[in-house]
């Protein structure tokens, strides 16, 4: 593909056929199509998902692809180093799962053009919560406990770390202290890795009001698993704040 705009939309995808088809659809009925490039993370999707992006190659959407899963932090990172290498200057990146609303994505955008910030995170929650669909209660629960622990160990308040709609300057990883590319950061790790990082580090941060829509329930809520994924999204709080990851 060739880069049209400062700006790229990666939803991060694994089987998610029917989900991402509406996504997509969604993203191209929004105003912001004209103003961004939009770029689908397959993560080694095995259900038709690769065939469906590809369908929509004449409407401007296209991909990168792993071959085999590797993992939501594996996937994300390869958005990061395929952005830098395009010479995009921004990033989003949301849900391939229909969760995300793409008519928020200049909420996300615009502090980062207009206001300076390196780092923008989408809250369901500040200003009052926004969650559309059945949110499962343990996910309500560790929607919160998270954002608490990440504020006590940055010292800055965060109202919802987990949420994975966010926009970032491609710049911030040039931190050296922002070590993407390690292991352990392959599954749920990276997000929280990221945004700890990047705060403990004073890049400016903020957050924004967006929705999270939670899908009817034939068509599966998520594929994190309640105890192990959890724990994926939790252990880099605990790693960094004892310093036993960098």
């Not at 790229?8 to 991402?20: D, G, M, Q, R, S």
Request: overall charge positive; charged content about 25%; glycine content about 8%.
């Amino acid at each position: 593909m060739m880069r049209k705009h400062d700006a790229v939309v990666c939803p991060i995808a694994y089987n998610e056929l029917t989900k991402l088809e509406n996504a997509i659809q969604r993203f191209l009925n929004a105003p912001v199509r004209d103003a961004v490039d939009y770029v689908v993370i397959d993560d080694g999707s095995t259900d038709g998902t690769t065939a469906m992006i590809n369908s929509f190659k004449e409407q401007g959407v296209s991909a990168v692809r792993h071959d085999v899963r590797r993992g939501v932090g594996a996937a994300i990172r390869t958005a990061i180093h395929f952005a830098k290498s395009q010479g995009y200057r921004t990033i989003v990146i949301m849900a391939g799962n229909d969760k995300d609303d793409p008519h928020e994505i200049p909420l996300l955008l615009s502090p980062l053009s207009d206001q300076g910030f390196e780092i923008v995170q989408g809250s369901r929650y500040v200003g009052g919560e926004r969650i559309g669909g059945d949110m499962p209660l343990y996910r309500k629960w560790a929607t919160r406990l998270h954002p608490f622990l990440m504020s006590i160990l940055t010292g800055v308040k965060v109202t919802d770390s987990t949420n994975g709609f966010r926009a970032m300057q491609l710049s911030l990883f040039d931190d050296q202290e922002i070590n993407i590319d390690q292991d352990w950061l392959n599954a749920y790790e990276l997000e929280p890795y990221i945004l700890y990082k990047a705060i403990k580090h004073g890049h400016r941060f903020k957050e924004v009001p967006v929705t999270k829509i939670y899908p009817p329930r034939e068509l599966g809520y998520t594929k994190m698993k309640p105890i192990s994924g959890w724990w994926s999204i939790l252990r880099p709080l605990i790693l960094l704040g004892l310093r036993i990851r960098h």
